[in-house]
């Protein structure tokens, strides 16, 4: 039976690419003929082994990650590693950089100040709600890292490149552009992603830790919440999300043997995003939120001249089967989130919508 599928815009959990859905759907009850589903089958068989080994082997192809980092698959989501992070790597008399970019962002500070933990934050947009990235920004020397969000999925911005902090790790959130491009891992001491932006399903979230990092956290602390327990048993200390991991695995195959890797993924990121940008730049109609310097490739956040158009017209995309519109509860307006499994002819539909909308509406 062919389901009816729609365009899916959504900020996440988000779009999956429509091979991979169906994948799981033709091996969902007996994987790889062994008779049982994923969602049956022990993480300690060797089938659940090759799926975890294939998902790391891929992630560090794809991130081009030699052997200093170990790849982790952890529960909790980023929301977790907000907490871990500074647990891990802030001892007493340590202190850490942070930039505020947004709500995020703000959550990290948030969970390391909660420990009682010495970090400064060093730059902040906050004075413009957030609409830009930071530049020129003075690091201290002697920061035991610097955390920053490298793409702020309400406010619709994203670093183009990294700051550079003079020889200090970086650590990043990429909940929301992981493998959407490529970059240079080396400056990282780690950084994480929740997959259900761009990578999977929820349930998983996705650590790359520098070898050096790893070494450095202490024994004395609570066992779930310390890296060196997970990386010590390849993300099985417990007991893993096997469904979630899989249909990673199964992404990370298409990012690979579909889209032909990252450079690839980057430039259909850059032509689906300019294509929405340009509608929005066309006239006074739409209006984008953040900064052109600063724009994200992955969450676009516009405006319409009144909240009751706004309104509308999230309900008519909707009734023209365009899901996910609505922009974040905290800011309002629209945001259309291209992630790497949404098609260029999606975002193509969804540019043809708005300016016959426009046309009808202004
Ligand atoms: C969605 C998101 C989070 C929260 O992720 P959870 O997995 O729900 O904890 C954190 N950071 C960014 C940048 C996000 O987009």
Redesign the pocket.
Known sequence: MKEKRIYNFNA?PAALPLSVLEEIQESFLSLNGCGMSITEISHRSKEFDAIIDDAIARTKRLLKLDDKFHVLFLQG???TQFCMVPMNFLSEGQSADYVSTGT?SQKAIKEAQIQGKKIKVVASSEDKNFSYIPQNIQFSSDARFVHI?S???IKGTEWASYPDTKGVPLIA?M??DILSRPFDPEPFGLFYA?A??NMGP?GV?LVVIRDDFLQSVPDNLPTMLKYTTHASKNSMFNTPPCFAIYTVQLVLKWLEETIGGLDKMQELNRKKAQLLYQTIDAGDFYKGTAMPDSRSLMNITFRLPSEELEQKFVKEALANNFAGLKGHRSVGGCRASLYNAVPLEAVQALTDFMVAFERKNR
């Open positions: 996440g989501g980023a929301s995020w969000t793409n702020n999925t959130d909940s929301s929740g259900q932006k929820a979230c």
